[in-house]
Nanobody
């Protein structure tokens, strides 16, 4: 059974930083099998949308334009954890944040889509306000 548990959310002022964690159990990130990790967010009244992806085959990372240069996805295989470092936070970053695992090499055209991800965490809330 695979479980993902996010933590690290909270309330910060604009310009602040947060580091989200997603502990993965039941699926070893050090596996030689291909997989894709993703971070998504969902603001009130809006659809869930992806914005950051890690591809295990080559360790590449991809970011949606709205977070590029501000957010960084990383992994710690020893802790089986995925991180999202968020800097220069803006009010429009306010949302519930979710991590996801696709146990395959996900095509880039599907990076930001919610369909086809195999496992999801329960989410952690991030609020950015003055």
């Amino acid at each position: 059974q695979v479980h993902l548990v996010e933590s690290g959310g909270g309330s910060v002022q604009p310009g602040g930083s947060l580091n989200l964690s997603c502990v993965v159990s039941g699926f070893p990130l050090e596996t030689k099998l291909d997989y894709t990790l993703g971070w998504f967010r969902q603001a009130p009244g809006k659809e869930r949308e992806g914005f950051s992806v890690f591809s295990s085959r080559d360790g590449s990372t991809t970011y949606e334009d709205s977070v590029k240069g501000r957010f960084t996805i990383s992994t710690d295989n020893a802790k089986n954890t995925v991180y999202l470092q968020m800097n220069s936070l803006r009010p429009e970053d306010t949302a519930a944040y979710y991590c996801a695992v696709d146990v395959s090499l996900r095509p880039s055209a599907l990076y930001w889509k919610t369909i086809g991800w195999d496992y999801w965490g329960q989410g952690t809330q991030v609020t950015v306000s003055a």
